[in-house]
């Protein structure tokens, strides 16, 4: 069993940046693909960005050159460094950690990108 906790979220301006930070409980966190999704009202949740335990990294298109995703195995964390945010990025960012049939989710942390 794993339990993410997302921190980090909170309302911003356009151009500016944001960290969130996901800390996971339970054991053999290396060995989990970590992802970040996020989820606008009346869309569906879209991939924004994965890490796998080899530390391969894939971004939705729209991210790329702007946010960045990395993890401390050490730590139990992974991190979605946010710039240059955008008002279409607004949503709700969750964190997810995936192992063969193993599926975890958080609860997720608002971000609003306004004005």
């Known amino acids: 069993q794993v339990q993410l906790v997302e921190s980090g979220g909170g309302l911003v301006q356009p151009g500016g940046s944001l960290r969130l930070s996901c800390a996971a409980s339970?054991?053999?966190?290396?060995?989990?693909?970590m992802g970040w999704y996020r989820q606008a009202p009346g869309k569906q949740r879209d991939l924004v960005a994965v890490?796998?335990?080899?530390?391969?990294?894939k971004y939705k298109d729209s991210v790329k050159g702007r946010f960045t995703i990395s993890r401390d195995n050490a730590k139990n964390t992974v991190h979605l460094q946010m710039n240059s945010l955008k008002p279409e990025d607004t949503a709700v960012y969750y964190c997810?950690?995936?192992?063969?049939?193993?599926?975890?989710w958080g609860q997720g942390t608002q971000v609003t990108v306004s004005s």
């Open positions: 997810n950690a995936k192992r063969n049939t193993l599926d975890y």
């Open positions: 339970g054991s053999l966190f290396s060995l989990y693909t």
């Open positions: 890490i796998t335990n080899f530390g391969l990294i």
